[in-house]
């Protein structure tokens, strides 16, 4: 049995476009909040021949985050891979002029969640299965106060999880994509001509290569 490829941040961005390709040959187990980007990407992988299961779900709640870990477990005993493309992107702005409510969000979902889907992800894993951290080298950044420290956080969370599972497994790699058509790098760089930025679609595709999972 091939285990499924669970992707958080799923519906849409590098998320929707990696669970688009990864589903050429994998059972896509696709998570986030936006039902409706959801439904549009599993139109899109059955248009394809593929197979996905929609997990509309809030991964900063513990409990959800549970029950769907639990689920599947009990369903497919494990994971081959996990792409967590989740991410809070508050609005740049001065660091003395930081919304608390920015900021709180930007821990909650970057920092404080990535640290609880960690342990109950790995189990999932074992110690063949891969997870994917994406960078975005912008922190220390003027303006990128909130999304680049929390970022920032993030990555060296799985910077430490990286050395730690070096001779055990699962592989934990730390990807940085090539800028892409966004809307979250649209809030960031407004005016920017997006006809010379990577496509969501080539970017997937050079991450997978690297990757060696399909």
Not at 103 to 116: A, D
Not at 121 to 132: C, K, R, S
Request: aromatic share 8%; charged share 20%.
């Amino acid at each position: 049995m091939t285990y499924p490829i669970l992707i958080t941040g799923a519906s849409r961005g590098l998320g929707a476009a990696l669970a688009l390709k990864l589903a050429q040959k994998f059972h896509i187990i696709a998570v986030a909040k936006t039902t409706g980007g959801l439904e549009e990407l599993d139109d899109r992988i059955q248009a394809i021949g593929g197979q996905a299961t929609l997990a509309p779900t809030d991964v900063t709640d513990f409990n959800a985050v549970r029950h769907l870990c639990r689920s599947i477990h009990d369903r497919w005993g494990g994971l081959h891979l996990w792409a967590h493309c989740a991410i809070h992107a508050a609005p740049l702005s001065p660091a003395n002029f930081i919304a608390a409510r920015d900021w709180e969000k930007s821990i909650k979902l970057n920092i404080t969640t990535t640290g609880m889907l960690i342990p109950n992800i790995a189990p999932l894993l074992g110690d063949t299965g891969t997870a994917v951290f994406f960078d975005d080298p912008c922190a220390g950044h003027k303006f990128f106060g909130s999304y680049g420290a929390t970022k920032a956080a993030q990555i060296s969370l799985a910077q430490s999880w990286q050395a730690e599972t070096k001779n055990t497994g699962p592989n934990v790699k730390i990807i940085t994509p090539a800028p892409m058509p966004t809307a979250t790098r649209a809030r960031f760089y407004p005016g920017e001509n997006r006809e010379v930025l990577k496509s969501c679609e080539s970017e997937a595709e050079r991450i997978i290569a690297t990757l060696g999972v399909i």
